[in-house]
């Protein structure tokens, strides 16, 4: 049974930087893609990042692109969002998500319900 464990979320100023972990337990990430997504109250879950089984492909949102970089270390068995000039905008609760290999970035990062396991999910406020 796959376990997905995120950390690094926090209180930052605008302009500031922090790094996600989304940690694996209990079976390798190897054979799945990730996600990241996020959710603030009130509106649906979106997708920011998403990366491949082999770190090969990467997709992100619009509203993210120069400032988020999605990455794997296969070896620690987690895979890293780091976010950097960070905005008002990007508050909310984010989530990492195991999808099957199949599904192209693009897809998992698009639809959420494709995900198979989700983490508890981690608080990121960015305000002054």
């Known amino acids: 049974q796959l376990q997905l464990v995120e950390s690094g979320g926090g209180l930052v100023q605008p302009g500031g930087s922090l790094r996600l972990s989304c940690a694996a337990s209990?079976?390798?990430?190897?054979?799945?893609?990730i996600g990241w997504f996020r959710q603030v109250p009130g509106k649906e879950r979106e997708g920011v990042s998403c990366?491949?089984?082999?770190?090969?492909?990467?997709n992100y949102a619009d509203s993210v692109k120069g400032r988020i970089t999605i990455s794997r270390d296969h070896a620690k068995n987690t895979v890293f969002l780091q976010m950097n000039n960070l905005e008002p905008e990007d508050t909310a609760v984010y989530y990492c998500?195991?999808?099957?290999?199949?599904?192209?970035?693009?897809?998992?990062?698009?639809?959420?319900?494709?995900?198979?396991?989700w983490g508890q999910g981690t608080q990121v406020t960015v305000s002054s």
């Open positions: 998500a195991a999808v099957p290999p199949y599904v192209l970035v693009q897809a998992a990062c698009e639809t959420p319900g494709l995900a198979v396991y």
């Open positions: 209990g079976s390798t990430l190897d054979g799945y893609g």
């Open positions: 990366i491949n089984t082999n770190g090969a492909r990467t």
